[in-house]
C-alpha cells in the first residue's frame, strides 16, 4: 500500500467539499431539515473530509498554522460525533457545519494544496 501525501489528503477533502456544494446548493434551513436524503449525503461528506482532516494533522500538523481555517481537529471532532453519535445528531449543527465551517475549510484546503504543490513541484 503506498503512502498518501499532504497533497492527496487536501485533494480529498476539497474534492468531498465541492460534492457536497453540488449536493447543498439552494438548500434553505427549512429544506435542509425536511430532506434526510440531503442530511444524509451532508453526513457522508462531511465524515470523509474529517478523515481526511485526521490524515492530514497527523502527517503535517503544522499546515493548520498557516491555514487555520483548515479546522483540522475540529472537522475530526465532528466525523467522529456524526460516525459514532449518529443516534443523537443535531440538524442545527449539521447545518452550521456544511453551510458555515466546511466551505471555509474548502477553500483553505485549496490554497494550502496551491501552495504545497507549488512549493514541492522541484522535489518530485
Known amino acids: 500500500m503506498s503512502r498518501r501525501s499532504v497533497s492527496d489528503w487536501l485533494s480529498d477533502i476539497i474534492a468531498w467539499?465541492?460534492?457536497?456544494?453540488?449536493?447543498?446548493?439552494?438548500k434553505t434551513y427549512e429544506g435542509f431539515l425536511d430532506d434526510t436524503k440531503t442530511?444524509?449525503?451532508a453526513s457522508k461528506c462531511t465524515e470523509a473530509?474529517?478523515?481526511?482532516?485526521?490524515?492530514?494533522?497527523?502527517?503535517?500538523?503544522?499546515?493548520?498554522?498557516?491555514?487555520?481555517d483548515l479546522q483540522l481537529g475540529l472537522a475530526y471532532r465532528s466525523r467522529n460525533k456524526l460516525s459514532h453519535g449518529y443516534f443523537a445528531v443535531d440538524e442545527s449543527?449539521?447545518?452550521n457545519?456544511?453551510?458555515?465551517?466546511?466551505p471555509k475549510a474548502v477553500a483553505a484546503a485549496k490554497e494550502a494544496k496551491r501552495k504545497y504543490d507549488h512549493d514541492n513541484a522541484g522535489a518530485r
Do not use: H, K, M
Open 93 to 95: 449543527i449539521l447545518w
Open 17 to 26: 467539499g465541492d460534492r457536497l456544494a453540488g449536493y447543498i446548493a439552494g
Open 39 to 41: 442530511q444524509n449525503a
Open 49 to 68: 473530509i474529517g478523515l481526511a482532516a485526521n490524515e492530514l494533522q497527523r502527517l503535517a500538523p503544522e499546515i493548520e498554522n498557516e491555514f487555520p
Open 97 to 102: 457545519t456544511v453551510f458555515v465551517s466546511t
